[in-house]
């Protein structure tokens, strides 16, 4: 399975670190990595890594401004692509076609080559220009997965909460997984 990972300058850029490294755990996944200018920033600001270490998780990374990638090209087979965490500027030149970057052409592609795209946006409260940005590509088949915790679980930290959002975000790309805590797996539901 080849997934695309997209790091894009959102508050959250742990989410996007913490499903590379879940994906990095699979024997049978490739990742091809690329991290905006602001995703690059957000790392520096939000986590203790460095840029090479969230590097070192994936198999391949590509340069934002590398509109040459092999991600560039639908002829390139990927299966999906994840915008983890995604900002409402990227969100914005998907829905309008506006490829500027790797990050939105290969998302372009991905939409184009009819795969599947999974969106983590990250903004509030959401104007209502981010609301129609997100409908317009939910209509076409993107799923759209809001980092919002869960807590039927009883998360008790943190790290609870980024486990079961990204054991859904497994689910949605059809990874198994033991992150989520199911409802209906205990003895009390
Ligand atoms: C620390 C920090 C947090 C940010 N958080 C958000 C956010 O949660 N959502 C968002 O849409 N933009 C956020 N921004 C602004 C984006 O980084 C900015 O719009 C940028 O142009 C996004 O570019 P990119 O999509 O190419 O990464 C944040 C910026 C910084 C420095």
Known sequence: MKIVVAITGASGAILGVRLLTALN?????????VISDWGKKTIE???????????????????NKNLGASIASGSFKTDCMVIIPCSMKTLSGISH???NCLITRAADVILKERRKLIIVPRETPLNTIHLENLLKLSKMG???????PA???SP????????HFIGRVLDQLGIENKLVKRWGENQNN
């Open 25 to 33: 755990e699979l024997e049978n996944v490739e990742t091809h990595l």
């Open 45 to 63: 600001i939000e986590t203790d890594l460095a840029l090479e270490d969230v590097v070192k998780k994936s198999h391949y990374y590509h340069d």
């Open 97 to 99: 076609g506006y490829s």
């Open 142 to 148: 993107v799923e759209i997965a809001p980092f919002l």
């Open 151 to 153: 807590f039927y679980n």
């Open 156 to 163: 008790k930290s943190l790290d609870d909460v980024l486990d």
